[in-house]
């Protein structure tokens, strides 16, 4: 535990909000920084980084309109989104750090979203209220049955209707 709390330490103030870098050098900056860790160190890191990067903003309030989702690029950039915005730099990040795309799933509740990260027999569960990481039970019927990104995305631009 104490080599954990020494690397968010020292690996944190690294990625601060005052970073002006491109995104993409603050990825490589961050997987060069994760790259020999623990998966779930690497994941922890990443999650604190987005979570104090990013600025909760509405939609209305950012960009005048109820539902908009914007690339990582433009959220790095604005250092504000709402959660979708959140999710989407996780996964950039995390992408950029090596892991799978498929292990990686958008996970809607009550109209927020979530990013759900797979790992052997469990999954982790990212949420920008909050950097506590909750670890899930992972079986793979549950994971196949969530929407993939695309579908999300094409809810979101209204081509799918959605049920429930």
């Known amino acids: 535990m104490r080599g954990i709390v ?13 970073y002006a870098g491109s995104l993409d050098e603050a ?10 860790n623990p998966f779930f160190l690497k994941v922890s890191a990443i999650n604190l980084k987005v979570n104090a990067h990013l600025t ?11 539902e908009k989702w914007v690339g990582p690029e433009q959220s790095w950039q604005l250092a504000a989104g709402d959660c979708e915005e959140f999710v989407m730099l996780k996964e950039y990040f995390l992408l950029k750090a090596g892991i799978a795309p498929e292990s990686m ?15 052997e027999d469990e999954a982790l569960l990212l949420d920008n209220r909050t950097n506590v990481i909750k670890r899930v039970k992972a079986d793979a019927d549950s994971l196949a049955k969530l929407p993939s990104r695309a579908d999300i995305l094409a809810r979101k631009r209204g081509l799918v209707a959605v049920a429930g």
């Not at 968010?8 to 103030?13: D, E, M, N, S, T």
């Not at 909760?56 to 109820?66: C, I, R």
């Not at 799933?105 to 790992?119: A, G, M, Q, R």
Request: aromatic share 10%; glycine share 6%.
């Open 6 to 18: 020494l690397f968010l330490v020292v690996a944190l103030p690294v990625f601060s909000k005052a």
């Open 105 to 119: 799933h958008y996970l809607i509740h009550n109209e927020h979203i979530l990013l759900l990260v797979e790992h």
């Open 56 to 66: 909760y903003v509405e939609d209305q309030q950012l960009f005048g309109l109820s």
């Open 27 to 36: 990825a490589s900056k961050m997987a060069k920084v994760v790259g020999g």
